[in-house]
Each structure stands twice: as structure tokens, then as C-alpha cells.
């Protein structure tokens, strides 16, 4: 049990969005609580996730978030010491058909316009960048090598040390079971080992981001969808950028992978159609599927032992944005859920900006960040680079 029972803010879920929150919170001078239902941070699905960090969006608002996630993630080793496993490999998307060159030559113009290193490249030159590229109707790609990978759990656990270092207290094992309002405003959370008190709760339950925001009476579309991943042996190293191939197929959307920064391929796959629900269990289809396709565009692939698979969820929203900014029904109520297949990436951008929306300290950009993620849109668009 926290020492103190009241708080300037209280964070529901120590997951991606939640530990960054409470480090940028508590950096801002709040006294802050995070609750937990797990034992430890990063639990849900920030420990599934690959470790993928792109700020290459469709859009200005993930643009802008995970710009600002990568000056974060690129220079927290010297800043504070702690190794992350940051790399700056960047991304590449391949093309080898007309549809796929033509979707990321359109994405290109609008990307350049927000500032991003990204560029076409012709076949020749991206097989200098990665020369096992099966080059068997290669037409080429795009290249953005400012991004790149960490560790999601290095990570979790540097911003989660930091953030106690600045005072934000952690209560793990906590399950949020209510939320206490007083005169229609938030006046704390209900755990199921005692309640704490705050005027003002940010819902960063990830998953269980609709289950959270339930017991405010708010309804928001978050549905978990389950991908799965894997690990291989480690190995010399042969490839610097993720990946990604968004060529639909049969049983899957796109699928992407990288060379860790300690040589294992770390790979996932998007199940088409989606397969929706909390199930985390493992199947047997998934490595066959996976790398068959991954075994197409990179032959050399075929040698490397698969050492883990696992399963894990995707808190979807209907438009492939995330959910983010004060509730209507309830004032105090943050909602920071939804985050997609991007939640690793967005968290310490996005951790700032929870913390500027609490502090009544954003800026135009910020306004126009938070317009795209409104829980009130419409929810009617697609995201086109998922
Ligand atoms: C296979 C796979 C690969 C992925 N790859 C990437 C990638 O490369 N890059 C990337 O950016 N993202 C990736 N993701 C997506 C990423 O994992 C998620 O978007 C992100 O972890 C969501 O962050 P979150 O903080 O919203 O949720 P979480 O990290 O799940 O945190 C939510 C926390 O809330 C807690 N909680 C929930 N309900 C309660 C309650 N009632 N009381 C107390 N605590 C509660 C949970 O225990 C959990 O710890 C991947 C996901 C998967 C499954």
C-alpha cells in the first residue's frame, strides 16, 4: 500500500503509454501513482511488442508523437546510462508490385512534408542498403534511416527507474476496480486493495482500455486483437533496417523484421483477417505462414533457427489511430488507449503530451496532435500505413 493516499494524478496501467506518462508527469513536478494489475512494469503488451520505433506515419499526429519518442529512445543512453538496445537501423518498406510502389510513392510526398528522411529508392540502390533482398521483381522501396529499434523491456524498466527517481510511486499487484467521483468530477481510483485519491486519472490500460474507461460509464472503441511474433538464434550481422512488406496475402496483412541489436531476427506478422479477443496462447499456424513469406523476399532467411514464438494484443481502435484527451462525460478523466501496433513508439512522445494537456501548456501542433486523436472524431477514416 502507497505510504500516501493522495495524488496530483493517478496513471491506470504501467504499460508503454502508462511508465513514460508517469516519468513525464513526475518531470513536470506531479505527484504521481501508477496502479497496476500485474506484478511488475511492462506486463501486458508492452513486453510482446518487437521493438519497432518509426516515426514514417501516414499522419501529422503519430509523425509528430514518435519524432519526439525517437529523440527520447536515441538518447537516453547517454543522457541518464541505462542501455535500451537503441539502434538506428531506420525502416524500409518494399515494393514488388505496382500497387505497393505507387501506396508508399503517395505516402512520400505527405511524409516529406512533415520533415521525414525518407526516400525512394530504385532496386539497385536498396539492395545496397540490404543486399539479401530476394531481387526476383524487386522494384525497389522506401528508406527512412532515422528510425530504428530497442528494447521494450530495457526501456519499460529505464523509464519506469527514472520515473521513481523523480517520485512517481508504483503500486503493482493493484487491479483498478472503480473510479470515485464526487459532484461529476474524478476524485480517485478504486483498487481491489483500497482506494487513492486524485482529481484527475489517465486510463493507459492499454487492452483493457474499454474495461477501464467502463467503470467511468465511458464507452470507447478499443477492441484487442492478438499478433504473434518470434526470436530467433543470434547471428552475425547481415541487415540493418526492419522490414515490412505490406503485400496482402491469404491469412495475412503485412509483416515485418529486423536484426536486433544483439543479432537475433525478431519478426511479426498481421493476421488477416484480424483474430479478435484477449486469447494469448501460441499457435501452430503462425511460424509456417510467417516464414514462408519472409523466406520469399529474403532467402538467405532459411538458415536461422526460430528459438520463440509468443502471442500477444493489439488494442485496435476502428480507424487505426489511438484514442487520446480529456473525457467529455466525466472531467478529470484522461484517455490514453488504442494505441494499435505503435504503442512501444508513441509512449514517451506521447507521455509529454498527456503531461502538457494536464498542465493547459499546448501548442498549436499540440492542438492539432490532439484534434486527430479526439475521442469524439468519427472514427470513419483508415490508417494507411498500419
Ligand atoms: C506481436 C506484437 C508486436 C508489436 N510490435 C510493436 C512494435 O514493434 N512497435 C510498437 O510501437 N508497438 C508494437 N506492438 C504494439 C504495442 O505492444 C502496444 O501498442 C503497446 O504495448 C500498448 O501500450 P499500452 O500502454 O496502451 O498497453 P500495455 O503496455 O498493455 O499497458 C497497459 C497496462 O494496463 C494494465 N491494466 C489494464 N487494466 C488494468 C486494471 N483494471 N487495473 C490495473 N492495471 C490495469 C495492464 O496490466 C498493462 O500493464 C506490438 C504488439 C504485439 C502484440
Request: charged share 25%; aromatic share 10%.
Amino acid at each position: 500500500m502507497a505510504a500516501n493516499r493522495t495524488f496530483d494524478i493517478i496513471v491506470v496501467g504501467a504499460g508503454s503509454v502508462g511508465t513514460p506518462a508517469a516519468l513525464a508527469l513526475a518531470e513536470a513536478g506531479l505527484k504521481v501513482l501508477v496502479v497496476d494489475q500485474y506484478p511488475s512494469v511492462g506486463q501486458g503488451s508492452n513486453k510482446r511488442a518487437i521493438g519497432g520505433l518509426r516515426a514514417t506515419h501516414s499522419d501529422p499526429a503519430k509523425i509528430r508523437l514518435c519524432l519526439r519518442s525517437l529523440e527520447i529512445f536515441s538518447t537516453w543512453e547517454a543522457r541518464f546510462g541505462d542501455k535500451i538496445e537503441w539502434r538506428r537501423g531506420g525502416y524500409s518498406f518494399v515494393a514488388y508490385r505496382n500497387e505497393e510502389e505507387r501506396t508508399l510513392k503517395e505516402l512520400l510526398v505527405f511524409q516529406k512534408k512533415y520533415g521525414l528522411l525518407v526516400d525512394w529508392l530504385d532496386a539497385e540502390s536498396f539492395r545496397k542498403i540490404i543486399p539479401d533482398l530476394n531481387p526476383e521483381g524487386l522494384l525497389g522501396g522506401t528508406f527512412s534511416p532515422g528510425d530504428g529499434h530497442a528494447s521494450p523491456l530495457l526501456a519499460i524498466h529505464a523509464f519506469y527507474s527514472r520515473a521513481k527517481k523523480l517520485g512517481a510511486e508504483f503500486l503493482f499487484n493493484h487491479k483498478t476496480t472503480g473510479i470515485l467521483t464526487a459532484g461529476g468530477r474524478v476524485r480517485g481510483v478504486r483498487t481491489d486493495k483500497g482506494d487513492y485519491d486524485a482529481p484527475a486519472v489517465v486510463n493507459a490500460a492499454g487492452p483493457w482500455g474499454a474495461e477501464v474507461a467502463a467503470l467511468a460509464g465511458i464507452d470507447v472503441p478499443v477492441r484487442p486483437d492478438s499478433h504473434e511474433a518470434a526470436v530467433t538464434e543470434a547471428v552475425a550481422r547481415f541487415l540493418e533496417p526492419m522490414v515490412v512488406d505490406i503485400r496482402p496475402v491469404a491469412g495475412s496483412a503485412n509483416y515485418y523484421f529486423y536484426q536486433h541489436d544483439t543479432g537475433q531476427v525478431i519478426f511479426c506478422i498481421t493476421p488477416c483477417p484480424s483474430i479478435w479477443g484477449m486469447d494469448v496462447r501460441e499457435t501452430s499456424t503462425f511460424l509456417p505462414m510467417v516464414s514462408r513469406r519472409m523466406v520469399g523476399v529474403m532467402p538467405r532467411l532459411k538458415n536461422l533457427r526460430v528459438r520463440r514464438t509468443w502471442r500477444g494484443l493489439y488494442p485496435m481502435t476502428p480507424d487505426g489511430f489511438p484514442i487520446v484527451g480529456w473525457a467529455r462525460e466525466l472531467e478529470g478523466y484522461m484517455l490514453a488507449v488504442g494505441m494499435c501496433g505503435q504503442g512501444f513508439m508513441l509512449g514517451p512522445g506521447l507521455g509529454e503530451l498527456l503531461t502538457r494537456v494536464v498542465l493547459g501548456t499546448t501548442t498549436e501542433d499540440d492542438r492539432e496532435t490532439l484534434a486527430y486523436l479526439s475521442p469524439y472524431r468519427e472514427f470513419k477514416g483508415q490508417e494507411k500505413l498500419k
